[in-house]
């Protein structure tokens, strides 16, 4: 396994009226974040915020391209971004104890906080299609480049885990310095995360390892 510390590239918030950063997606352009009682529009260039939709946001927050989906206590909300309705619910698999959230290639991926799993799930009906066990408490879920990825908090301790998707091997490990907290994860699709902080208020930005190509490949 791959260990190296994580390289925070950029310090986000905190924002004015959000105490906490729960679950964060991207949309391409703006960097979605839970806050609680809304869910918030970052623009990672200017670190300006530029739109806020009341909906109830208590975990992890996930995109399939057209729309936003939302944990809620112990459900999972379809939202529209651009007027802020719910659209649709499901139930969420760990009954409320649900952290992080991902979509890929039409599932989601739920990880269960305490529970110490990550759960991909049928976005239609909520039923659970695999279950994936982790060592460690587990946030934020993404994947990139077909690579899963997971965001761990326990104590004073945060890392990034890049996990064997079928097994739940974990393959890499970036460590946060201690009490830097990740809560949500998210993949900008290229060469870095978007990490939820937790209490701080703040999303970091964490550089991904650039991978070097097969040798002869």
Avoid at 54 to 80: M, N, P, S, W
Avoid at 109 to 131: A, F, H, M, N, S
Avoid at 142 to 157: F, I, P, R
Avoid at 180 to 185: F, K, R, W
Wanted: aromatic share 8%.
């Amino acid at each position: 396994m791959k260990r190296a510390a994580a390289e925070i590239v950029r310090e986000y918030g905190p924002f004015p009226g959000i105490d906490h950063v729960h679950g964060v997606t991207y949309d391409g352009r703006h960097v979605w974040f839970a806050a609680g009682d809304t869910l918030n529009a970052l623009d990672p260039t200017s670190g300006k915020t530029l739109r806020s939709i009341d909906v109830a946001a208590h975990a992890g927050t996930a995109f399939d391209g057209r729309h936003l989906y939302q944990i809620a206590e112990d459900r999972i909300q379809k939202v529209d971004p651009s007027t802020g309705e719910v659209l649709a619910t499901i139930p969420a698999p760990g009954g409320g104890a649900d952290s992080g959230l991902a979509w890929h290639e039409g599932t989601l991926w739920v990880g269960q906080y305490r529970d110490r799993k990550i759960r991909q799930i049928d976005p239609q009906t909520g039923e659970v299609l695999r279950t994936i066990e982790s060592q460690r408490f587990v946030t934020g879920v993404t994947w990139v480049n077909g690579e899963l990825w997971h965001g761990t908090w326990e104590g004073d301790q945060s890392d990034l885990r890049r996990v064997d998707a079928q097994t739940g091997a974990v393959l890499e490990t970036l460590e946060m310095p201690p009490g830097v907290a990740v809560s949500g994860l998210e993949s900008d699709g290229a060469d870095q995360f978007f990490c939820g902080g937790g209490r701080s208020g703040k999303i970091r930005a964490v550089r991904r390892p650039r991978r070097r190509p097969a040798a002869g490949g």
